[in-house]
């Protein structure tokens, strides 16, 4: 768990180093796995500020994303993540409302190898997104997500994971 807060901290530091320069979104979510474990992530964003291939249809733009992970088992189960990861967003042009489509894969590093009856064989995991949702004029957001952790077979065993949750999005 030392370990786990002390990279926490880097990474806070870090973001907090960036954000001076640019806005910091934060986003809440809610989820469960398919073992039907809650899952409660508190996230920290920060923009590319670039977008590419933009078209009267929509652009790609994206994200770096910070995040910390509850997964709330039963009294011996339940485990803490965190996780970073860039995520590249596709944005569908709109004037008060997005709609927009997101991928990334990044890295996590969990507290305990085992969540509920899955061996994840390291602390070390891959994190795969996919996600969808809406972006509204001021900034806010709303939208599903879902998350596959795994070591990518780096480790055994390697049962991994997911987590499929709704999200809260602000800018700040």
Not at 55 to 84: F, K
Not at 105 to 113: L, Q, V
Not at 131 to 144: D, M, S, T
């Amino acid at each position: 768990m030392k370990k786990l807060i002390s990279l926490a901290a880097v990474v806070a530091v870090s973001l907090g180093q960036v954000a001076t320069a640019q806005a910091l979104d934060l986003t809440a979510a809610v989820g469960q796995t398919g073992e039907s474990t809650m899952t409660y992530r508190l996230g920290a964003q920060l923009d590319f500020n670039r977008s590419w291939f933009q078209t009267s249809v929509g652009r790609v733009t994206g994200y770096w994303d910070a995040g910390y992970t509850y997964w709330e088992g039963d009294e011996t189960s339940s485990n803490h993540s965190i996780s970073l990861a860039p995520v590249f967003v596709y944005e569908f042009a709109g004037d008060s409302v997005k709609p927009y489509l997101e991928a990334g894969i990044g890295i996590a590093a969990f507290e305990n190898t085992e969540i509920e009856n899955n061996d994840l064989g390291s602390s070390f995991q891959f994190e795969d997104r996919l996600g969808a949702g809406l972006r509204f004029a001021g900034g806010h957001e709303v939208g599903i997500r879902a998350i596959h952790y795994s070591n990518a077979g780096l480790k055994n065993p390697n049962d991994g994971i997911e987590s499929y949750a709704v999200h809260y999005r602000a800018s700040f």
